[in-house]
Every structure is written in structure tokens, then in C-alpha cells.
């Protein structure tokens, strides 16, 4: 499918009907323990790596049950914390190659940032696969729906500045939203990704 950015936010919000309360609360709490590390002298850095991983797979699984309707709990966001070992690997993969793509150039790290996207969504959906296959997918997934996902951002963008004039308070919004309409791009391109994975020819 090819729904348009304002589609997938328009769904996102009727996802998060009934969700609001939670969803805040959940990133509200991601928040408050994400910050924790910034506020410990000379290890704080490497403790925020460490958890990076395993939060960011954890919020893409809550992401993806509020987007698909089904039962959304605070607790999943420690679900990538079951699988530490890959969810960390997979983060410092997707940050180093990111980062060296960005070394060269500005325009290709962002390239790199967009094609990996997807990985934790793939991985939330099947934590079978190896970190450098669900990087690979991601890539593959991302082929053709890279400037889409560019103007997406570019939309959450706005709203961020809006959110400033808040005094951030705006951002316990506007982080749940983003997420879930991430979620709901995921599912939209996933088919298209599938179909196209099946018209491979083998030789």
C-alpha cells in the first residue's frame, strides 16, 4: 500500500482513542528512566547505550499493539530488555553504520537513518532474526518509501516547534503519536515489501 503521511496520522490518532492516558503514562515513565543516566557522572553514557537497545525495541512492540488495536500494556516497553543481547547489538550496528555514512557526508547519514528505520519494528515482529538481517530488511523494506517517511518527519518537525511554545509539555503527545503513526507506516509499507520480496527471480 502507498497511504498518505496524512492518512497515517489521521489513523494513528483514532488508534490512540481511548489510548491517550496510557500512552502518555507509558513515555512519560520511558522518559523519566531514560533521563536517569544523564544525571550519573563519568558512566551515565554507557548506561544510556545499554538500554538504548532493548527501549527503542520495547517501544516499537507497545507501538505496534496500540496501532494494530490490540491489548497495549506499560510493561512492554521492557519487553526488548528479554532479548538485551540483540536489541543492544542491534542499536550499535544501526549507530555505527549510521554514523560512519554521516562522516562522509550529511545527506548520506541521513539516507542510512531512514533505511534502518523499520528494524525494530521487524524485530519486534520477529525477534528470530539475527541483528544484521533485521538491519538488512529494513533497508530492503525501505527501498522506494525513503522521501515518504522524509516528509513524515518533516510534519513531526512542526509540531515539535509547537510543542516548544508548550514549555515541552507538549512532547508527552506528541512522542506517543509519532511513534504510533510510525507503527501504522510500518504496517502500510510491510505488504508492498512482502510482494515485492516474492517477485524476486532466483537464479
Known amino acids: 500500500m502507498n497511504t498518505e503521511n496524512e492518512t497515517l496520522m489521521r489513523q494513528a490518532r483514532e488508534s490512540l482513542k481511548g489510548n491517550w492516558l496510557l500512552a502518555v503514562g ?20 554507557i548506561i544510556s547505550l545499554l ?18 488495536g490490540q491489548e497495549a500494556k506499560m510493561e512492554q516497553i521492557f519487553d526488548g530488555f528479554k532479548l538485551f543481547s540483540k536489541a543492544l547489538l542491534t542499536y550499535l550496528l ?11 557526508l550529511i545527506i548520506p547519514g541521513i539516507i542510512a537513518g531512514l533505511s534502518y528505520s523499520m528494524t525494530f519494528y521487524i524485530l519486534a515482529d520477529d525477534n528470530s532474526l539475527e ?21 513524515l518527519g518533516l510534519m ?18 506528541l512522542l506517543p503519536f509519532m511513534h504510533i503513526t510510525m507503527a501504522k507506516f510500518y504496517d502500510d509499507i510491510k505488504p508492498a515489501a512482502a510482494s515485492e520480496q516474492k517477485h524476486v527471480p532466483s537464479f
Open 26 to 45: 507509558t513515555f512519560l515513565v520511558y522518559l523519566l528512566i531514560a533521563l536517569i543516566p544523564s544525571s550519573i557522572k563519568y558512566v551515565g553514557f
Open 131 to 151: 541483528p544484521m538481517a533485521a538491519l538488512d530488511k529494513s533497508k530492503q523494506m525501505m527501498d522506494g518509501h525513503k522521501w515518504k517517511l522524509f516528509f
Open 156 to 173: 513531526f518537525f512542526g509540531l515539535a516547534l509547537l510543542c516548544i511554545f508548550t514549555l515541552g509539555i507538549g512532547f508527552l503527545w
Open 51 to 68: 538500554i538504548s537497545g532493548p527501549f527503542a525495541l520495547g517501544l516499537a512492540i507497545f507501538s505496534l499493539s496500540i496501532a494494530r
Open 94 to 104: 544501526m549507530v555505527v553504520i549510521v554514523l560512519l555514512w554521516m562522516l562522509l
